[in-house]
């Protein structure tokens, strides 16, 4: 099914460890986005891509990294996890028309110890 | 900067009962559009609806509708004959023009979790 993909679903790192999640979207969107959403706190952007091999910083990117090498892909990296990246994250992408709305992968939930 | 306030937190009503989650935003921007999604405890986010600036008609879906105004910057969500499989967590976004960098950008509420009672 058309959509996006985020792998892996579930991950539990020590503090220190690193890690990259993958965003896949079979859609031909042009924009990208990785949230993190906490209890209470809503989802908070925390980088997007307007395009291939353009990134951006959100509201909370420090401590992650993204990378947007191909258009249909979009990489979030913990260069070394902190507990307070503990958090389910969830990645977008849409087209340039906002009309068109948004799609949201399924979710990866992390956990730092 | 764009700003989404979802001021209640939690609501719980009993089934058949009809249910108002309020939704105020902030934003600079003359165009923008007003979203509304629901999180079911499986965690999925699912589009409810969709609604640009320049349209302020209310809009009704089955049980669903949604209360539009400009003047007061709101966009209420109003489910009538709430039903258990209702129960979820609503969130509010809204994404304009006015986050730089060429992008639009979904700002989120808090949320409102919402139980209904059997």
Same mark, same amino acid.
């Given at each position: ?33 990785? !949230? ?11 980088? #997007?891509?307007? /395009?291939? =091999? $353009? ?33 389910? !994250? ?11 709305? #948004?799609?949201? /992968?399924? =979710? $990866? ?5 | ?118």
């Amino acid at each position: 099914n058309a959509g996006v993909t985020q792998t892996p679903k579930f991950r539990v790192l020590k503090t220190g460890q690193s890690m990259t999640l993958l965003c896949a979207q079979d859609m031909n969107h042009e924009y990208m986005y990785w !949230y993190r959403q906490d209890p209470g706190m809503g989802l908070r952007l925390i980088h #997007y891509s307007v /395009g291939e =091999g $353009t990134t951006a910083k959100g509201e909370v990117p420090d401590g992650y990294n993204v990378s947007r090498l191909k258009k249909q892909n979009f990489l979030l990296g913990l260069e070394s996890a902190a507990p307070s990246q503990t958090s389910v !994250y969830f990645c977008a992408s849409s087209y340039q028309d906002q009309r068109r709305g #948004y799609t949201f /992968g399924s =979710g $990866t939930r992390l956990t730092v110890v | 900067a764009q700003k989404v306030t979802q001021a209640q937190t939690e609501i719980s009503v009993v089934e058949k009962e009809d249910v108002t989650l309020d939704c105020v935003y902030e934003t600079r921007d003359t165009t923008y559009y007003l979203f509304w999604y629901k999180q079911p405890p499986s965690g999925e986010l699912v589009l409810l609806i969709i609604r640009n600036s320049f349209d302020e008609q209310n809009e009704i879906s089955g049980r669903y509708s949604w209360n539009f105004q400009k003047s007061t910057s709101s966009f209420n969500f109003t489910i009538t004959a709430s039903q258990v499989v209702d129960s979820a967590v609503y969130f509010c976004a809204l994404s304009d023009a006015y986050s730089g960098a060429g992008s639009y950008q979904l700002t989120f509420g808090k949320g409102t979790k919402l139980s209904v009672i059997p």
